[in-house]
């Protein structure tokens, strides 16, 4: 007899990654469509849209419908998600037939935001949909002990927005979102690239000069890049060098913001955990927590532990499906 399948969705706004509890992680790809706006067709998903963005002619648009954390376009999602379970089932053999699902979402998401996204997965043919805070799940992905009561404090920075969240007892003690992370990082090497060199390069191109010498700290050994854009006076190709020290006043802004966001969030703390963040500190996630220095950086800052939890860009997929094994515990799951 065939079982159902047991399935969580980590629903994030750069990428989306699906998890089946007999086969791990079956799918990573970005959130990303490319929409024929003639016809209104799918012409691509995940990682072949990504390769298109900047690309394509005029009628063919890639989309990010998750891009700043919340559902920008329900019907959109709705396809992206289909085409992957669809592709999931196909690829994998996972036994798509009335599965149930867990889709993790961001915490800052409204109630109609998380009945669209219920509505998504429910439309594809799920049994059970369940919805888990975003921060929760990434607790149990980083394999804290979410079920104590202790404050497990968690730092997800991905590229929509940065969730900061306390956990304890299988629920949110408190938890903060902000609409700043890997995009916004981005966005500002474009800025500050065009400001300074006159040059216009695509979110691709930060993207890269981000990942290669972008750097929390400001006193860190000094790198420069090759960076290819386009002239904005003569229109034409330019390729300039660019160091890390540019890159890091580029981000700081960014950075600061997400600092702000942990400093409140464990004000806010109640007295009787604040002792346990003192010993156990808090764990980073989420693909912004791989930028260069950026757990010394924040040591120095909040002066607690920092830890990075193993594989960041898969820990809150990891717990989305884990928790099915927990969701009647979980407080604050939402329906
Ligand atoms: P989301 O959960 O919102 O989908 P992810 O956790 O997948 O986001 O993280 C995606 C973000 O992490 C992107 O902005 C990406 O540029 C950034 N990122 C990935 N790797 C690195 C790196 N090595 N250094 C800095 N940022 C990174
Ligand atoms: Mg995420």
Redesign the pocket.
């Known amino acids: 007899m065939l079982s159902t399948a047991e399935i969580g969705i980590?629903?994030?706004?750069?990428?989306?990654?699906i998890y089946s509890k007999s086969k791990g992680i079956v799918l990573n790809e970005?959130?990303v469509v490319a929409i024929d706006l003639n016809t209104k067709n799918v012409v691509a998903v995940g990682s072949e849209a990504k390769e298109m963005v900047g690309k394509t002619p005029q009628n063919i648009v890639p989309i990010r419908p998750?891009k700043d954390?919340v559902i920008a376009d329900y019907d959109v999602t709705a396809q992206m998600l289909k085409e992957f379970l669809k592709k999931v089932s196909k690829k994998m053999g996972l036994s798509m037939r009335k599965p149930t699902v867990v889709v993790c979402t961001?915490s800052g998401s409204t109630t109609v935001e998380r009945r669209a996204i219920h509505n998504a997965v429910s439309s594809y043919g799920a049994k059970h949909v369940h919805l888990i805070e975003?921060p929760v799940a990434a607790a149990i992905g980083a394999d804290l002990p979410v079920d104590e009561p202790i404050a497990n404090v968690i730092v997800?920075?991905?590229?929509?927005?940065s969730e900061v969240g306390i956990i304890s007892f299988g629920g949110v003690v408190s938890c903060n979102s902000i609409r700043t992370?890997?995009?916004k990082?981005?966005e500002e090497i474009i800025n500050y690239i065009r400001k300074n060199y006159n040059i216009m390069i695509g979110e691709r191109t930060a993207?890269n000069i981000?990942?290669e010498i972008?750097h929390a700290n400001e006193n860190h050994t000094e790198e420069s890049t090759e960076v290819r854009g386009r002239d904005m006076v003569s229109g034409l190709p330019k390729t300039v060098s660019v160091s890390s020290k540019e890159v890091y006043s580029a981000l700081k802004e960014s950075l600061e913001q997400i600092l702000e966001t942990i400093r409140s969030t464990l004000e806010n703390c109640p007295p009787e955990l604040s002792g346990d963040i003192v010993d156990r500190g808090i764990v980073l996630?989420?693909?912004?927590?791989?930028?260069?220095g950026?757990q010394d950086w924040l040591s120095d800052e909040i002066i607690v532990p920092v830890h990075i939890a193993p594989n960041?860009?898969e820990s809150?997929a990891i717990g989305t499906g884990r928790s099915l094994k927990m969701i009647s515990k979980l407080q604050k799951a939402a329906k």
């Open positions: 980590d629903l994030g706004t750069a990428n989306i990654l970005p959130s998750l954390g961001p975003e997800d920075i991905g590229g929509g927005t992370g890997g995009d990082m981005d993207e981000k990942m972008g996630t989420g693909g912004g927590s791989m930028l260069n950026i960041q860009l809150v």
